[in-house]
């Protein structure tokens, strides 16, 4: 089976400019431009979030369409389910606003629309190839890959710092 | 191998959620849920919808839809199940059917809890809402009405009341409490909630309980209170609570204590008999207490852990809280969950209140653990403080940001690799 792209978090690499959210706004609001999106109402969200942690960490904190989904298992509407691409995604009309989504999320990433009275939540950009967010992260700490591709990645990254380590 | 019978009796939450983990473990056996309801499973939670007649009933069956898309799911409908015979492996039902089973789940779920003291029940337009039909018969009902009293200040009942006053019928609330929702709040962290109600135009009166219900041929006519007030109307809700469906158990042979009472497997006392939902005693994870919930939540997540033990794939059940609830009446979003009632004890408490927001955080006496939250009109994050309150986190560094409502995914990530 081909496994499908997930988006992964480099913390490390975040320097909080918060690129992903404007880009994530843009791209879920009517006009799909900046300039539009500052003028639409209700003001167009963004899907994810760029957390500050004391004294200078900045994470960005995106849905995992986690395995187990626990918003999908406790929605009382069913109004949640998982796509055969692996996105869990919030059916706008089922939706009804009872928010024990937000009551079971563990990362915090479900957001309220509170003029319509839904959730909503990051669908991983269905139309792009690449997920706004990513996209728009100047310094790729948002990264669009197989979760085998990604932590290929890592532990060659992984690798090389102990490589320089053992020089140093 | 032979492939295995699974048999499920009750086709909501707790089975159906069952049912569909059978078939992600197993994909061989055979699945079959019972259900003495005429209708095909679907979203309880949704039937004051049907009241409101905001949405239809087609839009409100499980199958299809969330996570109960399995292939292979036998159903058997207005079958009820009456006996377990444990020695031969069999269950009876109404129908006179004998069904062999190798593993089996009771999965009964709970039904209204109607109060000993009050008289006049069989009147026409009294209702406990509880299913589809009862939800049908109460949309119907609403046609001829034009006053309804609402027995019970539950979360259920002020549901249903909102959907009769959609439907332009004026409502009165009796509650016997001091103040509405007081299994999910106490009277003083309600005030924001009691102002939306007031102001949506819900009439309520606490302190004082139905004594009788008048009627005559055209059913309901009135409301009787122990104070002696009449309140006339046209239909009559009864919300005090639930009681597992367990009087079909035998309950010599099987353990029963108010519900049926299962290890940590979801295992009850005879072999190979689980349970799971509302039917099902539990455990809170914070006090380690028996408890029974009534929560579509907590079947569903006990059901998928019944099912994956069923089909041989061991799963231990975490327990839930008994209060894990959230929604929105009256455009007041709020959620409470965990240890939210303190008067008279030990608890740390900090409360913080405005104008259109409320919360209440509760500590061990300590003040080293969160046990529980209560958020009325801001419920952000909800979801990383049940997370908090459920894995026993020592707060530590957080506590500033717990208690001031801050409280992100980071903050969490963060502490995880300090510590
Ligand atoms: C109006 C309303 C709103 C609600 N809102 C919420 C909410 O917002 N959040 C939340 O968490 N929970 C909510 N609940 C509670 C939730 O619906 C229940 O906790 C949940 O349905 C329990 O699921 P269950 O599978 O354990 O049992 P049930 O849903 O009670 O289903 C049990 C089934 O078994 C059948 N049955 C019983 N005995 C037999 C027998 N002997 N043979 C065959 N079949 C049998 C019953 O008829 C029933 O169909 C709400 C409930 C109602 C009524």
Redesign the interface.
């Known amino acids: 089976m081909n496994q499908p792209k997930e988006i992964f978090v480099r ?1 490390d690499r975040c320097m909080g400019c918060h690129s992903c959210e404007v880009a994530c706004a843009v791209a879920h609001s009517a006009g799909q431009s900046l300039y539009a999106a500052l003028s639409e109402t209700p003001t167009p969200k963004p899907r994810l ?1 760029v ?3 004391a004294p200078d ?1 900045a ?1 960005p ?1 995106v849905c995992r369409h986690c395995e187990d989904a ?1 918003c ?11 796509t055969p691409g692996g996105v869990v995604m919030t059916d706008k009309d ?1 939706c ?5 989504c ?9 957001g ?1 629309h509170l003029e319509e ?1 839904k959730a909503y939540r990051c669908d991983r950009c269905p139309d792009r190839e690449v997920p706004a967010c990513v996209d728009a992260c100047p310094v790729k700490s948002l990264v669009y890959q197989t979760a085998t591709a990604f932590s290929r990645g890592k532990r060659r990254t992984a690798s090389h710092e102990l490589q320089s380590g053992q020089k140093g | 191998m032979e492939s295995r019978r699974y048999v499920i009796v009750g086709g909501s939450a707790a089975g159906m959620a069952a049912a569909v983990a059978i078939r992600d473990h197993d994909p061989h056996g055979s699945v079959r849920v019972l259900s003495d309801e005429a209708d095909a499973p679907y979203f309880r939670p949704l039937i004051p919808f049907v009241v409101s007649r905001k949405k239809s009933v087609a839009d409100m069956f499980l199958r299809g839809r969330g996570p109960y898309r399995a292939q292979g799911i036998e159903l058997s409908l207005g079958v009820r199940a009456e006996r377990i015979d444990s020695p031969a492996r069999r269950l009876v039902t109404d129908h006179g059917e004998t069904i062999p089973y190798d593993r089996l789940l009771i999965a009964t779920g709970s039904r209204p809890n109607i109060p000993a003291g009050i008289s006049g029940l069989e009147h026409q337009g009294v209702f406990a809402l509880r299913t589809l039909e009862d939800a049908r018969q109460a949309a119907r009902r609403a046609e001829e009405t034009t006053r309804a009293v609402m027995l019970g200040g539950g979360l259920l009942n002020l549901k249903a009341a909102f959907a009769l006053l959609e439907r332009g019928i004026e409502v009165t609330l009796v509650v016997y409490s001091a103040e509405v929702l007081s299994q999910l709040m106490e009277p003083a962290d309600a005030l924001l909630i009691r102002r939306a109600l007031d102001q949506a135009g819900l009439r309520i009166l606490t302190g004082c309980s139905a004594g009788h219900i008048l009627g005559g041929d055209r059913g309901v006519s009135g409301v009787v209170l122990d104070d002696g007030r009449e309140l006339p109307c046209q239909m009559v809700c009864i919300g005090k609570g639930v009681r597992p469906n367990t009087e079909w158990l035998d309950a010599g042979a099987i353990k029963v204590d108010r519900g049926v009472v299962v290890d940590k497997h979801t295992h009850a006392s005879i072999p190979d008999v689980y349970a799971a939902g509302d039917v099902a005693v539990t455990y809170d994870p914070i006090t380690g207490a028996p408890i029974i919930t009534g929560l579509w939540t907590n079947a569903v997540e006990m059901g998928r852990c019944a099912g994956a033990n069923m089909a041989g794939y061991p799963s231990v059940y975490g327990g839930t809280f008994g209060v894990l609830n959230a929604t929105q009446v009256a455009r007041m979003p709020f959620v409470s969950m965990g240890i939210v009632h303190t008067a008279g004890t030990e608890y740390e408490t900090w409360c913080r209140g405005s104008a259109d927001a409320y919360r209440k955080l509760v500590f061990t006496p300590d003040g080293d653990r969160l046990v529980g939250a209560l958020f009325v009109g801001d419920i952000t994050n909800a979801g990383l403080y049940r997370l908090v309150i459920r894995e026993r986190m020592q707060v530590g560094g957080m506590k500033r940001q717990l208690v001031d409502h801050r409280l992100h995914y980071g903050h969490l990530l963060c502490a995880r690799d300090r510590g």
């Open positions: 913390i979030y957390e500050w942690v960490t994470v904190i626990p999908m298992h406790a929605c009382i509407a069913g109004a949640i389910s998982r089922k009804i606003g009872c928010w024990t937000v009551m079971v999320c563990p990362y915090g990433v479900i309220r009275h």
